[in-house]
Antibody, heavy 119, light 111 residues
Framework: EVQLVESGGDLVKPGGSLRLSCVGSGFSFHNAWMIWVRQAPGKGLEWVGR??????????YYPAPVKGRFTISRDDSKSTLFLQMNNLKAEDTGFYFC??????????WGRGTLVTVSS | QSALTQPPSASGSPGQSVTISCTGTNSDVGAYNYVAWYQQRPGNAPKLMIYDVTKRPSGVPDRFSGSKSGNTASLTVSELQAEDEAVYYC???????????FGTGTEVTLL
């Protein structure tokens, strides 16, 4: 059974930093393309980072709202995905989900971790 | 990249069908056969229901079906059941730079 468990969410002040983790099991983590998706309270979904597998040089992608502030990385030896978030803003508040990427879709999701950016 | 447009709500009686639309542009929905649909129940993570416009992952009932015409994709839920009450989001691949764009979400309720 595929499992993804996120952690690291917290209350942080504007301008602060946070590192999220996502541990995967039940699938071949090192071959998987992984993605982070966030959801502001009561709002829709938005992808915030994607990383390919090591055979594709761990190539990373970011949308404009987070480019330069967020960094996605992975440690395949620990089946763990990371999201380093710097210079956080109030609009970054929300649940952050990690997911495996299938055919142009997110086929398995974790339960999410809550990030709150507030002074 | 603007969000894909979905109706805010849709409803149907148990046993009936409901169809949700998802309208994009020539740069996303109209450009690729890579539309997906997700079901999100309150307090839960999204669940993939349809991918590649029409394909169902293992375990998803065949009451769920997808289609596309031009810049608009659709999800049909047949034989509505209480467990189908949820918010449904569409998404589309939008090219190597934008990657994915999501829909605004449609809340499905049973009458």
């Amino acid at each position: 059974e595929v499992q993804l468990v996120e952690s690291g969410g917290d209350l942080v002040k504007p301008g602060g930093s946070l590192r999220l983790s996502c541990v995967g099991s039940g699938f071949s983590f090192h071959n998987a393309w992984m993605i982070w998706v966030r959801q502001a309270p009561g709002k829709g979904l938005e992808w915030v980072g994607r990383i390919r597998s090591k055979v594709e040089a761990d190539r990373t992608y970011y949308p404009a709202p987070v480019k330069g502030r967020f960094t996605i990385s992975r440690d395949d030896s620990k089946s763990t995905l990371f999201l380093q978030m710097n210079n956080l803003k109030a609009e970054d508040t929300g649940f952050y989900f990690c997911a495996t990427e299938g055919s142009a879709s997110m086929n398995f999701w974790g339960r999410g971790t809550l990030v709150t950016v507030s002074s | 990249q603007s969000a894909l447009t979905q109706p805010p709500s849709a409803s149907g009686s148990p046993g009936q069908s409901v169809t949700i639309s998802c309208t994009g542009t020539n740069s996303d929905v109209g450009a690729y056969n890579y539309v997906a649909w997700y079901q999100q129940r309150p307090g839960n993570a999204p669940k993939l229901m349809i991918y590649d416009v029409t394909k169902r992952p293992s375990g998803v009932p065949d009451r769920f079906s997808g289609s596309k015409s031009g810049n608009t994709a659709s999800l049909t839920v047949s034989e509505l059941q209480a467990e189908d009450e949820a918010v449904y989001y569409c998404s589309s691949y939008a090219g190597e730079n934008s990657l994915y764009v999501f829909g605004t979400g449609t809340e499905v309720t049973l009458l």
